[in-house]
């Protein structure tokens, strides 16, 4: 039993790779981690699973708040690869929420990026609610209700991919600029794109060969209420857009606008918007500029 920091910590430094770290904090209702500093990084593979905290009922009862972490300070960053990010709120960091850098295949689902651990209130993260870079075939969401993210609310992107090493990496089934309803869901934008795929600044070679949503029952993302565009593809290649709703709410039957366009395409070739089949099928409706 210790704090989160040290329970990162301990997970680093005992050489056995795939540690969980459990939560059991007493007190009713949701409980609010507000780190001083920076949390460590995470380099072993590991698997933080709120989850566990009793009261849990699909929403998350852990919040993790930056407002004091300082300038800089990102919510959890994973360098390790191979894990598990489940059930948090993450909100109110100077820079992104979650950070996924260089080893890949993590899962991220059950999350609130940018929002209280509602899914209603917006408490962005100061940049991105998750940032990729550089990391390939990572999992964000999942085609049921429980592996759901909200990705709301931050101060720049719901999720920005970056760079050539960022591949197959699918973003399936989650809310992205609006409430965790699905029955009354409501804007909650982020600043501008839902999800931008590109290189950070001074970088070349830009990220390609990512799934945004999917053929299968559940994978499609709602995208919708965003500041600029629902997805924003620059310079990447050979992206998939399959399967979401982009401009409406999560029933696609009113309109939550995307302020400028549904998805903007540049200076890019070969990425793909639908499919031949019916449930590769976007529908992207009612946003403020262009709809493609």
Do not use: W
């Amino acid at each position: 039993e210790c704090t989160l920091r040290a329970a990162i910590q301990e997970a680093n430094a005992n050489g056995v790779a795939g540690d969980t770290i459990n939560f059991v904090i007493l007190g009713g209702g949701v409980r609010t981690i507000s780190p001083a500093i920076p949390l460590p990084d995470i380099t072993q593979a590991l698997t933080i699973d709120a989850t566990t905290q009793p009261g849990y009922d699909g929403s998350p009862m852990i919040e993790l708040n930056g407002s004091n972490a300082g300038p800089g300070a990102a919510g959890l960053t994973v360098l390790a690869g191979n894990s598990t990010i489940r059930a948090l709120a993450i909100n109110g960091f100077d820079t992104s929420g979650l950070l996924l850098v260089n080893e890949g295949q993590n899962l991220v689902v059950g999350n609130h990026l940018g929002t209280d651990a509602s899914g209603t209130i917006g408490k962005g993260n100061g940049l991105n609610g998750l940032t990729i870079i550089d990391s390939a075939q990572n999992v964000i969401g999942g085609a049921t209700p429980a592996d759901r993210n909200v990705i709301s609310g931050n101060g720049t992107n719901g999720i920005a991919i970056f760079n050539s090493g960022s591949t197959d990496n699918r973003v399936t089934g989650n809310h992205i600029g609006i409430n965790a309803s699905t029955l009354n869901s409501a804007a909650l934008g982020n600043g501008q794109s839902g999800v931008l795929i590109s290189a950070v600044v001074g970088e070349t070679e830009y990220a390609s060969d990512n799934f945004i949503g999917g053929t299968g029952s559940g994978e499609g993302n709602v995208i919708s209420g965003n500041g600029q565009h629902g997805i924003y593809i620059f310079k990447g290649t050979r992206n998939q857009v399959l399967g979401n709703i982009i401009g409406l709410n999560a029933l696609g039957d009113d309109f939550m606008s995307n302020l400028r366009d549904g998805i903007l395409i540049e200076e890019s070739a070969d990425n793909r918007v639908g499919s031949g089949v019916a449930q590769g099928k976007n529908v992207i409706s009612g946003n403020g500029e262009n709809g493609i």
